[in-house]
C-alpha cells in the first residue's frame, strides 16, 4: 500500500492533508476492528499487509479510535489486543502454504 505509507510520511511531515487521510483511514478501520470486536469478542485483532508496516504510528491512534466503540469497555477488565502480525504481509501465502501442504498430507 504505497499510498498510504506516503500518507503516512506526509502526516508525520507535518501536511494536513496527510493527516486528513490517515485520520479516515484509521477511522474506517476502527470501525470494521470495532465491529469484529463486539461480534466475536476475540483475545486479539491481528493486522497485516503494508500499512501494518507502519506498526504504532498505526496502532496507538487505532486503538484510540476502536476503544470507545466496544460495547461495554467502560467495565471490561481485559480487551482485545490490537497488534500487528508476526509473519506480516507474509502471513496469507504462509497460510496457504500450510493449509494445502496439510490437505496433501491427508491425501497421500
Do not use: W
Amino acid at each position: 500500500m504505497r499510498g498510504t505509507r506516503t500518507a503516512f510520511d506526509a502526516a508525520a511531515q507535518g501536511d494536513a492533508a496527510g493527516r486528513e487521510v490517515v485520520d479516515s483511514y484509521v477511522h474506517y478501520l476502527a470501525v470494521g476492528v470495532a465491529n469484529m470486536i463486539n461480534i466475536f469478542f476475540p483475545e486479539v485483532v491481528g493486522l497485516s499487509g503494508g500499512v501494518a508496516n507502519q506498526g504504532e504510528n498505526l496502532l496507538k491512534p487505532l486503538r484510540a479510535v476502536v476503544e470507545p466503540m466496544v460495547f461495554g469497555h467502560e467495565f471490561a477488565k481485559k480487551h482485545t489486543r490490537i497488534t500487528t502480525c508476526t509473519l506480516g504481509c507474509r502471513a496469507g501465502v504462509i497460510g496457504a502454504a500450510l493449509l494445502a501442504k496439510g490437505q496433501a498430507a491427508q491425501q497421500g
